[in-house]
């Protein structure tokens, strides 16, 4: 008999980065198990790809909501089993201003998905891989999460937190041969991105991005910025001092607001 293919746990599953994933682990013989809130979203990309009904499965989850994605991966591993590979990828992006109350709330939202999220999603695989002493855990943070951009504290604060969570959980994990790699895009082009309104260097199709990913999570990287030259900007912001950072940003535009962005 042979051996199941491996399997991958996606979340934000239904369009993007997370599709692009998909997508790049199918070509590869894996199994896929797809998470995101319009389930209906991965099953009409399914069926459109032609992918074979044991070859995949969706999961319906608010990954904010730590019982939804906690019960999402509590069926995967029911119908699907374990998981080789979980990628921790849904994440929203959002401007927010500060002196706005409305946008706290703001604030709050992409907290709870980008960074409670992520160690909800991991949360219910930890134990068996572990037991198993095997397995890979994947963070998507971000190149904002290197500093902060103007009207995007939000999202940089998020994604900055992503970076040292999962720099702390492979410390943890490490003892028990579990990988956790974080990834870091730039600017790729999906609905979070199209509606900037400011240059976006080093643009990246979903696809391309989903290659290097797929060949770094493999490799088991610790940290790698995708693509390179967005690491090589990465590195320079870091030590780039104060005062030539806030010069660099004077007059940049500020990421779109909630009551500013395009309905979804």
């Not at 493999?218 to 900007?233: F, T």
Request: proline share 6%; aromatic share 8%.
């Amino acid at each position: 008999m042979a051996p199941a293919k491996p399997l991958v746990f996606i979340t934000g599953a239904s369009s993007g980065i997370g599709q692009a994933l998909a997508w790049r682990y199918h070509q590869a013989g894996w199994r896929l198990a797809l998470v995101a809130r319009r389930v209906e979203l991965i099953e009409a990309w399914a069926q459109t790809q032609g992918l074979a009904p044991g070859d995949w499965a969706a999961y319906r989850a608010d990954v904010a909501q730590p019982d939804e994605i906690i019960a999402a991966a509590q069926q995967c591993l029911a119908q699907q089993g374990l998981p080789e590979v979980v990628i921790a990828n849904a994440g929203i992006s959002v401007g927010v201003d500060t002196a706005d109350r409305a946008d706290l709330d703001v604030l709050a939202r992409i907290w709870a998905t980008n960074n409670l999220g992520l160690a909800a999603t991991f949360h219910p695989f930890i134990a068996p891989l572990v037991a198993q002493r095997r397995g890979t855990l994947v963070g998507i943070a971000s190149v904002a999460g290197v500093r902060g951009l103007p009207g995007h504290g939000g999202y940089c604060a998020s994604k900055a937190a992503v970076i040292s969570y999962c720099e702390s959980l492979r410390g943890e994990m490490r003892p028990h041969q579990v990988r956790v790699v974080t990834l870091s895009p730039g600017y790729i082009d999906t609905p979070l991105t199209q509606q900037n309104r400011y240059g976006m260097p080093f643009l990246m199709r979903p696809e391309a991005f989903a290659e290097q990913a797929f060949r770094a999570i493999s490799a088991g990287v610790r940290h790698r910025v995708i693509p390179w030259q967005m690491g090589l900007v990465a590195r320079l912001l870091r030590v780039l001092p104060d005062a030539w950072f806030d010069r660099l940003l004077s007059g940049r535009p500020r990421k779109h607001r909630q009551t500013e962005r395009r309905p979804d």
